[in-house]
């Protein structure tokens, strides 16, 4: 880092300054090419290193799919002009994520981080088959969005007491459950790589730890979102829907108990920006999906660590160590001309405010809650990414 900045001049206890590895985030949707109108590669990746994060990885929905070399060439011209940290491309499982034929899986693997249709779950069972032991023969993950559609009945929150009370069609937790256990026995037979996005129900939860007693290679994330907040907590506005949705307590309560017995592996964000517009149709017509780069840590350390829910390392581990491990990625240096790392002020209280967001997208259902640590700085590779405004005087910048 060549700035001159001293950290002297800011009237705040630095002992409340912690610094911690880069954050690693396996799930955002950046949205270029193809939807730059919810958000840029640029402004994603601003918003990823303002809070905290100095690795994603990009999921596929995008137009064009990521299908195919000169497909995913497009999004890695992308990366390279406008990322402002390390972006690692998904290639897609199917062809334009249609579910009907694999894309160039082979093509592609040396330049993604892993295959993944989410958003959308593979619903042929020989189409799983076979991307399995196709990843697995290029040593790739298949990173399962795990929904079956013929359950669905267009549903679009939780089918649970919200739903009811409020006369909402439901999406049921089997539609999830149902999906990961088919692919757990598909890991079975095949032996490859398997990791679940975005993990919401008790008996997700069930069937991992299971299958992690049972030896398979197995790994899951969660969100911040259902880890924080279930379905008593939901209102009439479309900030609250994303897919999978807030389930029940129980769900919540599950998630936590996997989160603490090592069930579940990592935390990601499956930060989803939509235009305001979009979002602004309520429960039933809004897009499914909110925003969450910009929020996750402040969040997770408030009401997770600070509660004495979660100890800080294991925090840095759901978010830097297991992602590294699992998708091999390099940990990172906290020092040298490559550092890779971020500093936050535990003691910096404030409201989450969408108008602080760097990102496109300000749908998010935290609004207005109270959360500690701010991020003042984040280096990734070397390079200053993203400074907190009222830490440096203006003749220290850089």
Partial sequence: MHHGASVSPVHIPASSFVICPGFVDVHVHLREPGFSYKETMSSGT???????????????????????????EQQ??????????????????????????????????PYVAAFSDDGRGVQSEAQMR????????LHKLIVAHCEDNSLLHGGYIHDGAYARTHGHRGICSESEWGQIRRDLELVRQTGCGYHVCHISTK??????????????????E?????????ETMLQEDGRFKMNPPLRSPADREALLEGLADGTIDMIAT???????????????????????????????????VKPGLLSFPRLMELLHDAPCRRFGL??????????????????????????????????????????????????CNGRLVWQDGDLFSKEDRT
């Fill in 46 to 72: 601003q918003a990823a290193a303002h809070g905290g994060y100095t690795t994603v990885c990009a999921m596929p929905n995008l137009d064009p799919v990521p299908d195919s070399l000169p497909h995913l």
């Fill in 76 to 109: 890695l011209a992308l990366i390279r002009r406008d990322a402002a940290i390390r972006v690692l491309p998904y290639g897609s499982i199917t062809r334009g994520q249609l579910g009907e034929e694999l894309s160039d899986m082979a093509a592609m693997a």
């Fill in 130 to 137: 076979l991307a399995m032991e196709t990843a697995k023969g």
């Fill in 203 to 220: 008996e997700s939860v069930a069937l991992i730890r299971r299958a992690k007693a049972e030896g398979l290679d197995v790994t899951c």
């Fill in 222 to 230: 969660t969100a911040p979102h259902y880890l924080l907040m279930d």
């Fill in 270 to 304: 499956d930060h989803a920006p939509h235009s305001a517009e979009e979002k602004s149709r309520g429960l039933e017509k809004s897009a499914m999906g909110i925003v969450g780069l910009e929020t996750a840590f402040p969040l997770l350390y408030t009401y997770l």
């Fill in 330 to 379: 390099p940990q990172g240096e906290m020092d040298g001309p490559h550092a890779d790392f971020t500093v936050f002020d535990l003691s910096a209280s404030y409201p989450i405010d969408p108008a602080d967001f760097l990102s496109q997208g300000k749908a998010t259902p935290f609004t207005g809650w109270p959360v500690q640590a701010r991020c003042l700085l984040t280096v």
